[in-house]
């Protein structure tokens, strides 16, 4: 079923690209964008990427609370709960991503 994912982290570096790349591979009918919460790193979140998504993924309670403070129409928001400790594409942070979505529960 095609639906649109956007994935947040604080920076738009390490997890949420892991994240998207990671939910591209498993759902090829997906379109999925990742963006940061931050100024000054790439691809900010904004109002016509939250309009355009039909679910949104955050790593940690504290973005959720950003995000609605931010932005108007915040719909079906879900806080994956990954710390920030880990490096891009490294395997350690897809066993956590794996382990987050290991049931299906979060898709």
């Given at each position: ?9 604080d ?44 679910v949104?993924?955050v ?35 897809y ?13």
């Amino acid at each position: 079923m095609k639906k649109n994912v956007l994935v947040v982290c604080d920076g738009n570096i390490n997890r949420s690209p892991t994240v998207a790349k990671f939910l591209q591979e498993r759902h090829s009918d997906w379109e999925v964008q990742h963006a940061g919460l931050y100024y000054g790193y790439p691809l900010m979140v904004t109002q016509e990427l939250v309009d355009w998504s039909d679910v949104i993924y955050v790593m940690e309670v504290a973005q959720l609370k950003r995000l609605h403070n931010k932005f108007k129409n915040i719909h079906h928001v879900i806080v994956l709960g990954i710390p920030d400790e880990y490096d891009a594409f490294s395997d350690e942070l897809y066993q956590e991503i794996r382990r987050v979505f290991h049931d299906d529960r979060y898709e």
